[in-house]
């Protein structure tokens, strides 16, 4: 390891708790990454915080809107200040969240994501990007660059009590340790239809096996298609498969109100859902009147406990990733709240 990639005392002084809990080689992994925001809202203010504190090399921040009022709900990075109403929202965040580790280099990016598209050549100076709080033609129009660039993607949104996070991350290798069993793994076994053991390195030693895992993934539009999920869950686990996952999927199809009093017309809700359901080949009862409500009326609304386990999980798995010491989320988590779950459907 040369002067340059190794960490300066300070830098072990100041990230000394995470290099205990995930390792150096980690935290250099993180010190060279060059990662891009996209929006930030409730859950882009907890990735942005939760990214900057862990150390990475750089995050530019792309994000053209203006402050709201609903803003200050869930977006701690902003004054307290209704002054500050209808003026952009990134010059005025900067600066705090520099205080909290001047060591990240931070830019921020006013340009609106539809003119980014033009010259999708921008991307190129980045190694992940997570995008939140996109429609979908905006996460379909992204996901197409990210792939014709081989960029990893995560999506991520909220609705209230409920969260997405959806992964396009091309594929990525990992080399988990596992305690041996009587029979060794081999190479070249599938565990599912995206991951395959491709190497095997057994330590007589210390009884365990070094693996080393290949994760492929599907863009995301074949996500938004996909007829797989009742090829992983059994009849009991689709009987009580919860709302939120067919009806974060509706929202998709609807834009978000100018007014955050106005509600989503909840029986196009229920039309859309049920239209997903028979979709994605998953029962339409699991559309209850109580989730209906429920959706119709939190619809892109930011709760900050909610954002701060879903940008706290979206962060950890983006550590995860570039650690590659474990496989990250493929493809979809859904975080429901009322149920307190968050699984991870492959699709």
Request: glycine share 4%; proline share 5%; hydrophobic share 40%.
């Amino acid at each position: 390891m040369s002067k340059d990639e190794a960490l300066t005392a300070d830098e072990i002084a100041l990230y000394d708790r995470q290099i205990r809990l995930w390792g150096m080689a980690t935290q250099l992994r993180l010190r060279s990454a060059k990662v891009l925001i996209v929006n930030v809202g409730g859950v882009g203010t907890e990735i942005v915080k939760n990214l900057v504190l862990g150390g990475l090399n750089s995050i530019e921040l792309l994000d053209s809107s203006v402050v709201k009022e609903e803003d200050f709900a869930a977006q701690f990075f902003l004054p307290n200040d209704d002054s500050i109403i209808g003026q952009p929202k990134l010059p005025i965040i900067v600066e705090k969240i520099k205080e909290l580790n001047n060591r990240v280099k931070l830019n921020i990016n006013t340009t609106p994501l539809e003119s980014i598209f033009e010259d999708p050549s921008y991307f190129k100076q980045f190694d992940l990007i997570i995008a939140t709080e996109l429609n979908r033609s905006q996460l379909f129009a992204l996901n197409q660059h990210t792939r014709a660039l081989s960029i990893p993607l995560y999506a991520t949104g909220l609705h209230g009590l409920f969260g997405y996070i959806i992964t396009d991350l091309i594929e990525h290798y990992s080399t988990p340790q596992k305690e041996a069993g009587n029979q060794l793994r081999e190479p070249n076994t599938k565990i599912n239809r995206s991951k395959t053991i491709t190497k095997v390195d057994f330590d007589k030693g210390s009884n365990t096996e070094t693996l080393t895992i290949l994760d492929e993934f599907v863009p995301i539009p074949q996500i938004f298609k996909s007829k797989e999920l009742p090829n992983q869950l059994n009849k009991r686990q689709l009987k009580r498969l919860s709302a939120s996952f067919p009806l974060i999927f509706s929202l998709f199809e609807f834009e978000k109100p100018l007014n955050p009093e106005d509600v989503i017309d909840k029986e196009l809700l229920r039309a859309k859902g049920i239209q997903l359901c028979e979709q994605y080949g998953i029962p339409t009862a699991s559309i209850t009147e109580e989730y209906l409500d429920m959706f119709s009326n939190q619809a892109f609304t930011e709760y900050s406990p909610v954002a701060a386990v879903l940008g706290g999980t979206l962060a950890q798995d983006v550590i995860q990733f570039l650690s590659k010491k474990e496989s990250p989320i493929n493809n979809v988590l859904i975080l429901d709240s009322v149920k307190s779950e968050m699984p991870i459907y492959l699709l």
